[in-house]
């Protein structure tokens, strides 16, 4: 069975970091793209950001550029996000998900984590 | 950015009934491009429907998806007690991917 467990989350100053980790079992992980979901207190959910399977190429929402950098170690299975600069409107639940290509290359976000709380306040 | 509208914001049925659920986006997106989630209380969201219509693994065929250009519709035929949840529908045409800011589905 696939899992996707979370981990890292916690509360945080403005203007700290933190690094969130997820892991992977039951997949192989290094021949999927890999996304991070967010999701505020009693609010919908945003995209965050996608890595290629080998790291080369990854994307974000413009509110996140320059601040969170997501990356991956396969030989680890586990997904990462540097969260640097941490602001209060990053305050949520952060779910890592993958990001899945049917074999007509629809994308679909798959399989989710539980995800984790990240709070940021003084 | 492409917004995405879904209308009703809360829909209150009774088990049996069905549920119509709309998501319009503001530019047209592709039908390959637009997926649906369902979310219920300190869960996960889970992938109900992708490119459209097609029914991801083990959901149920009481569920269904339609549309193209910018209207697109989720139908529950015949709503069980599991299937009270939100739903967001998700665009991934244009960057960056947006979400639906969703409708609930709740117990009349």
């Known amino acids: 069975e696939v899992h996707l467990v979370e981990s890292g989350g916690g509360l945080v100053q403005p203007g700290g970091s933190l690094r969130l980790s997820c892991a992977a079992s039951g997949l192989t992980f290094s021949t999927y793209w890999m996304s991070w979901v967010r999701q505020a207190p009693g609010k919908g959910l945003e995209w965050v950001a996608n890595i290629i399977q080998d790291g080369s190429e990854k994307y974000y929402v413009d509110s996140v550029k320059g601040r969170l950098t997501i990356s991956r170690d396969n030989a680890k299975n586990s997904l990462y996000l540097q969260m640097n600069s941490l602001r209060a409107e990053d305050t949520a639940v952060y779910y890592c998900a993958r990001l899945y290509y049917d074999r007509r290359g629809y994308p679909s976000f798959d399989i989710w984590g539980q995800g984790t709380m990240v709070t940021v306040s003084s | 950015e492409i917004v995405l509208t879904q209308s009703p914001g809360t829909l209150s049925l009774s088990p049996g009934e069905r549920a119509t659920l709309s998501c319009r986006a503001s530019?047209?997106?592709?039908?390959?491009?637009l997926a649906w989630y369902q979310q219920k209380p300190g869960q996960a969201p889970r992938l109900v429907i992708y490119g459209t219509s097609s029914r991801a693994t083990g959901i149920p065929d009481r569920f269904s998806g339609s549309g193209s250009g910018t209207d697109f519709t989720l139908t529950i035929s015949r709503l069980q007690p599991e299937d009270f949840a939100v739903y967001y529908c998700q665009q991934y045409t244009g960057s960056p991917w947006t979400f639906g800011q969703g409708t609930k589905v709740e117990i009349k």
């Open positions: 530019q047209s997106v592709s039908s390959s491009y």
